[in-house]
């Protein structure tokens, strides 16, 4: 489960990156940095991203998640910090709701 | 192109009545309430839900966005009052206030914000009340928690002005409808004496402002209040 929810991330990012025109996130990774600390997302993007995340989480697992959390906005431990700590924590919510 | 309009609590009152205008309207009209819908039409969808329940509230807006892709209004109608001294109001009361009152706007406006985002358009409409204007006594809790939204819909109007969104919030006076039918006469007659205008408000009325407030032309109309009778803070 954990690659197919990284691909998800990853395939986003490919996405929006070629929307906003930029390189910041070209060629994805487990590493990439997302959120907070030489991220490449502001948090608008960063809320465009979630959104996105929702959707395409709910039609691969036909389960509702919704991706807030009281760390989100965190430099340090928020779970949108890079592509990693979000492929856990959707992992996470996954296993909560089953 | 039908414009979309999800309205909470529709099986009666304020609500109903909105949903059947805008179904008039030709809009596509989603509705909830806690029980069975009570509108038939071919362009009304009804879910049975408490507004203050995360989970099916985000099963009703991914519902509808796979079936309708957009929703163009949200409504946060669905509300309950109570009036009583807050030395004699429970806890349970306070809960079941705010749940359904501020929660419920809450979790809707978020998660139907995240629709509009996407498509860079959205018109939301909050509910408050003449009674957290006046802070009138006998309605601290219940105007409590509309204070709480007057708020929240001034802060989040600049949170998605970004995305073309608008946020405001009508404050409607006493109507005739099942959430006054236990306040006692004379306690409605001295608060209609603090309007401006001495009268029940209408369905007329509320129509009338919250037309203003989803119109194409208003968007540059955000984080505002109305309340209708002539009250102010």
Known sequence: ????????????????????????????????????????????????????LEERISDEFDEDIVLADEKAMSQKTSPFRNVKSLTIYIQKLLKVQN | MKKVILITGTRKGIGKELAEYYLS??????????????????????????????????KMVRTTK?????????????????????????????????????????????????VMMKQ??????????????????????????????????QTISKEVAPYNITVNAIGPTPVETDLIKTVPKDKIAALLDKQAIKRFGTFEDIKNVIDFFIDDKSEFITGQIIYLGGIHN
Request: hydrophobic share 40%; net charge negative.
């Open chain 1, 1 to 52: 489960m954990s690659e197919e929810i990284e691909k998800i991330i990853v395939d986003l990012l490919i996405e929006l990156n070629e929307e906003l025109e930029g390189n910041l996130l070209e060629n994805p990774t487990k590493k990439t940095k997302l959120y907070g600390g030489g991220g490449a997302l502001d948090s608008l993007a960063l809320v465009s991203v979630i959104t996105d």
């Open chain 2, 25 to 58: 309207l030709g809009f596509i009209v989603i509705g909830c309430s806690r029980s069975p819908g009570t509108i038939v039409n071919s362009d009304y969808r009804h879910h049975e839900l408490d507004v203050s329940n995360e989970k099916d509230v985000v």
């Open chain 2, 66 to 114: 796979k079936e309708f892709s957009r929703i163009d209004i949200l409504l946060n109608n669905a509300g309950i009052a109570s009036m009583n001294h807050f030395l004699t109001t429970s806890y349970n009361t306070v809960q079941n206030i705010f749940n359904t009152n501020f929660l419920g706007t809450f979790i809707f406006s978020r998660e139907v914000s995240k």
């Open chain 2, 120 to 153: 860079k358009y959205g018109r939301i409409v909050n509910y408050t009340t003449v009674a957290s204007a006046l802070r009138l006594e006998g309605e601290a809790v219940y105007a409590a928690s509309k204070g709480a939204i007057e708020n929240f819909t």
